[in-house]
């Protein structure tokens, strides 16, 4: 009854390495709970089961449990290995929470560089970044990314109403 998206998993339970995605796929699911972070945690210990991948979902786990210090460093070392805009959409996040929020659109900014670049899926981070655009004032930068964005995802209701949001302040 596993089906692949849990069979990924079953390599951290005898210490193996989390095999490695590409990061222009979803990352797929997130596991949190402790006897998992615990895991994963013993399989980075192993340098040869050390990538982005699993570093950016022992991150998750590390955010999860309130350890945002052990994240964020989590989230740069997936950077350092293979920059992904999962990654940096999480540090985004991470730094909004604890009211940093330059460094946070500088992260959304870095994701969305990388969402461009490599085609992803963008309607939810594009509405994420488009809201801390607006709450950064940059009202020109929101319009502009709009206007780029692919149709169907600029004809989303989130998206036009950031968009109106960002032309009213602009009195267009």
């Known amino acids: 009854s596993i ?15 989390l095999p490695e995605q590409s ?4 990352p797929g699911e997130w ?5 998992w972070r615990e895991r ?13 991948y ?23 070392e997936s950077i350092a290995l293979q920059p992904s805009a999962w990654a940096f ?8 929470a604890n009211g940093r929020p330059s460094a946070a659109l500088a992260d959304y900014a870095a994701a969305w560089e990388l969402v461009e670049q490599q085609s992803l899926p963008c309607e939810p ?11 950064a004032g940059q009202h020109q930068r929101a319009h502009e ?10 004809a989303s209701e989130r998206i036009r109403i950031s968009g109106a949001v960002a032309a009213l302040a602009l009195d267009d």
């Open 23 to 26: 990061p222009l796929q979803t």
């Open 54 to 76: 699993a570093w950016l979902h022992y991150g998750v786990m590390l955010a999860e449990a309130f350890d945002d210090e052990g994240a964020q460093a989590a989230w740069r």
């Open 89 to 96: 959409r999480n540090l985004a996040v991470l730094h909004q």
């Open 145 to 154: 990314l709009i206007a780029a964005l692919p149709g169907p995802v600029a």
């Open 125 to 135: 981070l594009a509405h994420e970044y488009l809201g801390m655009l607006i709450q």
């Open 3 to 17: 089906k692949p998206e849990q069979a990924r998993w079953l390599p951290v339970l005898d210490g193996g390495a």
């Open 40 to 52: 994963l945690s013993a399989s980075l210990a192993r340098p040869e089961n050390r990538s982005w």
């Open 31 to 35: 596991l949190v709970q402790k006897a």
